[in-house]
């Protein structure tokens, strides 16, 4: 059972990794990817102390939303959308999510623009140059950043996802996104997961989307199926 004992006492061993590796843990904000669980693990993750939570699919955000209905406000998470996303699921989402996390086109901005004026996001930014992954190519994100600005969307940083199997070039993908960040004066930096939070913290993250290390494995866990949030 996933309880909130459960998840409080991997939070802690959360926190001891990302101090571990050289990160303020007081500055580092654990995003509880809630995808595939059911809502009272959701209400667990809230009750341990983790107010934000990560979802990458439409239809489980809006049904852990509609869970969460009658909760009062100081009891309500913030919702960040952490997976690809199509332009269609936006108007149904817009009411709900907090933080869009992936944010790689502007025509996805601009839909999220019309919907939900003034929204925060981050845009996706793929720098482990594999095609099958989204994001941007890291040379395009500076225009994409004032795209969505003129947009009249707040854009609060970039995010990234690391390189599975691969150490060296998550490392490589996480500084690049670091540094491009600096330059674009971005406070946000949403890079790591279970398995590679050292190297994000080492790179300089802000933001960790964990999963697996807060409640295990999946129910539909399968291999290289960890996405964007594991």
Request: proline share 6%; with cysteine; aromatic share 4%.
């Amino acid at each position: 059972m996933i309880d909130a004992a459960t998840v409080q006492a991997n939070l802690a061993r959360v926190h001891e990794r990302l101090a571990a590796a050289g990160g303020d843990v007081g500055a580092i904000t654990v995003v509880a990817v809630t995808k595939a669980f059911d809502a009272p693990v959701a209400a667990a993750a809230l009750a341990a102390g983790i107010g934000d939570l990560g979802e990458n699919y439409a239809q489980q955000l809006l049904a852990k939303v509609a869970a969460f209905a009658d909760a009062p406000p100081a009891m309500a998470p913030r919702w960040h959308m952490i997976g690809s996303l199509q332009r269609n699921k936006v108007p149904a989402l817009a009411p709900h999510v907090d933080c869009w996390q992936t944010v790689d086109r502007l025509s996805l901005g601009t839909a999220i623009a019309r919907r939900a004026p003034g929204a925060t996001v981050l845009v996706q930014v793929n720098a482990t140059d594999e095609p099958h992954k989204g994001g941007c190519p890291p040379e395009q994100a500076s225009e994409l950043v004032g795209a969505l600005t003129d947009a009249g969307l707040q854009v609060r940083g970039l995010m990234a996802v690391g390189k599975a199997g691969d150490d060296d070039g998550t490392a490589r993908a996480f500084t690049t996104v670091a540094h491009l960040a600096d330059r674009l004066d971005l406070p946000v930096r949403s890079m790591g997961m279970s398995g590679d939070l050292e190297l994000a913290v080492r790179a300089g993250t802000t933001m960790v989307r964990v999963g697996r290390d807060l409640f295990g494995a999946r129910p539909d866990a399968r291999p290289g199926s960890g996405g964007v949030g594991d």
